[in-house]
């Protein structure tokens, strides 16, 4: 019950936090038609309705390229559906998954966008992605939620990270141009999902701009499992460790957004 609780209002912060105005319709149906039933499975579903049209919104929307109008008109049709029709968990995801270029971004393309070319720039959808990846791995993850922030593994002030870089990827030339290397290396990959984890806010601020090598124990003692998992894989941050932990992250992102077959 609990846990069944708190995913619906996970999802109803988030809706909330993105500013997700598409969703409202569906919202207001499933709570009307699911939770307010008082029933324990209406409620469990009204918390996959959301997650699954969420998932859908951050796919389409966030990382893909969906008209926003048509996709608005397709969540006021999910909310018919729901209200009119009584629409089941798996007649939303028929709906959701139907191929129309306007509002739904293919499997293919989607998993292309996310691994190649997308960049966690906004601080809200990478929180989000992570916190996805970490409510798998730890279910309890849900009660965790207070003073969670984005670490960038490699921050963005790479001062300290210079010496280290030009080691890792064994760089050389003259020292302007390990610069230009190490400058090249950073704006690859700092806004990479896999050079981004969880931490909670002091010791995000402990972290801060300090090394790798410094950075592990505080990694190691934070809550979050994701986070406690790159101090006991890697030693270093090179190229090959994030791209390792990039793919993994992507993997598990594209399960879980694989609306057709979740």
Request: proline letters at 2%.
């Amino acid at each position: 019950t609990f846990v069944t609780v708190l995913k619906a209002q996970y999802y109803l912060a988030k809706i909330k936090e993105f500013e997700s105005k598409a969703l409202y319709p569906i919202v207001l149906a499933g709570y009307s038609k699911f939770w307010q039933t008082g029933e324990l499975s209406k409620r469990k579903i009204y918390g996959d309705v959301l997650q699954i049209c969420f998932r859908n919104f951050v796919r389409n929307k966030t990382i893909g390229s969906a008209n926003p109008t048509q996709l608005e008109i397709k969540m006021r049709d999910v909310a018919e559906g729901i209200m009119k029709n009584n629409w089941d968990v798996q007649k939303i995801k028929d709906f959701l998954t139907e191929q129309n270029e306007k509002t739904y971004t293919p499997k293919a393309t989607f998993e292309q966008q996310l691994e190649n070319d997308y960049n966690a720039r906004d601080s809200t959808v990478a929180t989000y992605l992570l916190e996805e990846i970490e409510n798998k791995e730890d279910p309890l993850y849900f009660t965790q939620l207070d003073g969670v922030t984005v670490e960038h593994i490699m921050p963005r002030s790479i001062r300290k990270w210079r010496d280290d870089i030009v080691l890792w990827q064994n760089f050389s030339g003259t020292d302007a141009e390990k610069n230009t290397q190490v400058d090249d290396f950073k704006k690859k990959w700092l806004y990479k999902i896999g050079n981004l984890t969880l931490l909670h806010g002091i010791k995000n601020t402990q972290g801060g701009n300090k090394r790798f090598v410094d950075k592990l124990p505080i990694f190691k003692d934070d809550g979050y499992k994701i986070t406690v998992d790159v101090a006991q894989k890697y030693t270093e941050w090179n190229e090959t460790n994030i791209i390792k932990r990039h793919t993994e992250i992507c993997d598990k992102l594209k399960t879980m957004f694989d609306i057709e077959n979740c």
